[in-house]
């Protein structure tokens, strides 16, 4: 079939007049290329769901697009048992799109006989996760691309532990999706209150007090006493602002300052290039408020604030972003102090620094390695083990107390009340989270990370790269002698395969090489290892330091040109 063919018989069935007429300009005008962009391939269904650019076609995130993943969700779901013993939780951000695919979804579940709860407005992915488990759904959906560009959009499944698919449930709606005829020919259900003609059904929104259980579930977790804190905040204009200063004020805490361009959802971020904390320039305006305002600590959350990035300022003047791995090690251990219990358990990912197991052996507790994404995590230690702290070095914490996790998900509200509570803690003692961490350097060595990351055009550059990491591996790497490769693909420690590669350097240094799960990038992952001798902390930040710059240089002949 050729492309314009498919464009024909998915002009058919789109719903959406915007992306008609976009389609129909192109049928129009004869556009090849642009007919194969939008129909050489499919958008695909992986263990992130969807994501993608926004746009007409099988190759974009649009209405006929999402009520497939909906029909292919809920074709899973009955797998399992009949119409009216699932329900299906969906929530949504701000983004273009995100209200019509999230009610989209609705429409197309509920006809299909599952009951579908509809959050009562645009919220933070934590919510949604959250909500699956608290209502016991059996799957939630939340409609986001997270910290992609405006431009994009995307489907998050989560099954009815709360945590979003894994293998084998992703290849199993995936195949459902495929097998979804024209979204025209679906049976769907109608708004709540609408008239319903005899079989149809519609779905529920739910209220407020959703949002309130949630709210009262991360209060379970251990944030200390200590309030007095002045905290400069960014929602980098997704939708955490509001619920957040809720969250602050509902715990005792200030309202933090917040940055005006940025508070309100916008869903062309017209401040930032990419709303992402990890983005040079994301956090200038934070960052100008929080020296303004002179605050303890400046914290960002991603669009859809499910990420929490932190900077404090310095002594000497100015601020300095911590690394995910260094705000994991400081939340790690302010969970640890406050909860108890042998079977405690920590996890991260195998991209993660290598810091948090030798926090785990410190504490006596219970240490898990996983692959990369909280899907893995939250499967750590079940169900043996009470998982009270996981993370992953780009900005993502799930913090718990002695009931474990309340959210099955990173959240960045959550981890944003934690950072403010260890902040206040540290300054009445006259310290400051800098301090905090010179203390874990001491006792357990510099564990300096960092991360080198390429966006291509060309996916199959980052193929070539792979290849060729795998056929000719370097011998050595930033002066230090290449001791193991760790082929990922082929499972490594009893955990699933995966695309990417580990390599083990001389004196515990290490380089993970992946590509990205949700963007056209290929990443590579750097830790050092440098212990402290004669309490000179400052020196061996700075040996760190030395030996990561020798490792970036080195990389650079194994990564694509950007």
């Not at 195949?175 to 769907?188: K, M, T």
Request: proline share 7%; charged share 20%.
């Amino acid at each position: 079939m050729s492309n314009r063919e498919r464009a024909e018989r998915w002009l058919a069935q789109d719903p959406d007049p915007v992306t008609q007429a976009e389609l129909g300009l192109i049928l129009e005008s004869g556009d090849e290329e642009a007919l194969e962009s939008r129909f050489g391939a499919t958008l695909e269904f992986g263990t992130a769901g969807l994501r993608g650019e926004l746009g007409a076609g099988s190759n974009r995130m649009n209405r006929v697009t999402v009520m497939r993943a909906a029909a292919g969700v809920g074709h899973r779901l009955l797998a399992d048992g009949p119409e009216g013993s699932h329900a299906v939780v969906i929530g949504y951000d701000a983004r273009n799109g995100s209200a019509q695919f999230a009610v989209d979804t609705a429409a197309v579940l509920s006809g299909m006989g599952i009951s579908s709860w509809l959050l009562p407005r645009i919220l933070p992915t934590p919510v949604l996760a959250y909500a699956v488990r608290h209502l016991s759904a059996n799957a939630g959906v939340m409609v986001t691309a997270s910290h992609n560009p405006p431009r994009d959009n995307g489907y998050k499944v989560y099954w009815g532990d709360g945590a979003q698919i894994v293998p084998p449930v992703d290849k199993e709606i995936s195949d459902a999706i495929a097998a979804v005829g024209p979204v025209n020919e679906l049976r769907r259900g109608v708004p709540p209150g609408q008239a319903r003609a005899e079989g149809e059904s519609s779905w529920k929104v739910l209220g407020d007090e959703i949002v309130q259980a949630y709210l009262q579930a991360i209060q379970h977790i251990p944030f200390g006493v200590d309030r007095a804190v002045r905290v400069a905040y960014t929602p980098m204009h997704g939708v955490g602002g509001a619920l957040l200063i809720r969250a602050f004020m509902e715990n005792g805490f200030a309202p933090p300052l917040t940055v005006p361009e940025q508070s309100l959802p916008d869903p062309e971020f017209p401040t930032v290039a990419f709303p992402n904390p990890e983005e040079p320039g994301a956090m200038d305006l934070v960052l100008a408020l929080a020296s303004q305002v002179e605050a303890d600590v400046a914290i960002a959350n991603d669009p859809d604030a499910d990420r929490c990035a932190v900077a404090v300022p310095l002594p000497e003047g100015g601020w300095r972003m911590l690394t995910g791995d260094e705000v994991g090690g400081l939340l790690a251990e302010h969970v640890l102090r406050h909860t108890t219990g042998e079977d405690r358990l920590v996890a991260t990912t195998i991209v993660s620094s290598s810091l948090l197991g030798r926090i785990a052996e410190a504490h006596g507790v219970n240490f898990a390695e996983t692959l990369t994404g909280f899907k893995w995590i939250m499967k750590a230690g079940w169900p043996t083990h009470r998982l009270v702290f996981g993370y992953e070095e780009a900005l993502g914490y799930s913090l718990g107390g002695q009931k474990g996790v309340p959210v099955k998900d990173k959240d960045g509200v959550s981890a944003a009340l934690a950072v403010a509570a260890l902040t206040a803690e540290a300054k009445r003692a006259g310290r400051t989270l800098l301090d905090l961490l010179d203390d874990q350097a001491s006792r357990f060595g510099v564990h300096a990370t960092a991360q080198v990351s390429v966006r291509v055009t060309d996916k199959a550059l980052i193929d070539d790269a792979m290849t060729a990491l795998r056929e000719g591996p370097p011998v050595q790497l930033g002066g230090r002698a290449v001791e193991r490769i760790d082929d990922l693909s082929e499972g490594l420690n009893g955990l699933p395969p995966t695309e990417g590669v580990r390599l083990a350097l001389a004196g515990g240094a290490r380089v993970v090489i992946r590509p990205s799960g949700t963007e056209p990038k290929l990443k590579a992952y750097l830790e050092v290892v440098v212990p402290v001798e004669a309490d000179d902390v400052p020196a061996a930040r700075a040996a760190a330091a030395d030996a990561l710059t020798l490792l970036k240089n080195d990389l650079a002949a194994l990564l694509p040109a950007g």
